[in-house]
């Protein structure tokens, strides 16, 4: 079992159970998250760029490990859905601040 500080863990659960809301509220309202060579500012923008993730991959993520520096959290994850190549390891990099995610960067 992996244990995670408690902003990323909310964000996989929120992940999990597909509700882009519940995934924009783990972030710190002028966020940043890189997927795919683009950048999302913002809840707004972040719950917009969940929801189509949601429909576009039917996606599940299995995190496999983790290390944990200061507000930095390294997630290495199993995702596996509707795309090429599926599935994929990729690694994901949070930073934290106020108990919330204030940079996602998924490679």
């Known amino acids: 079992m992996i244990t995670l500080p408690a902003p990323v863990a909310n964000y996989l659960a929120a992940d999990k159970a597909k509700d882009p809301a519940r995934v924009a ?3 710190t309202t002028d966020a940043r998250v890189h997927d795919e060579d683009k950048d999302y500012r913002g809840t707004a923008a972040i719950k917009s760029w969940k929801q189509d993730s949601n429909v576009k991959y039917e996606y599940t993520l299995e995190p ?3 290390s944990i520096l200061d507000d930095t959290v390294h997630l290495r994850a199993r995702v596996s ?3 090429p190549n599926s599935p994929v390891e990729l690694n994901y990099t949070f930073k934290l601040e106020d108990d919330k995610i204030a940079e ?3 490679g």
């Open 64 to 66: 496999l490990e983790a």
């Open 104 to 106: 996602m960067d998924i």
């Open 25 to 27: 509220a783990c972030f």
């Open 81 to 83: 859905g509707t795309f």
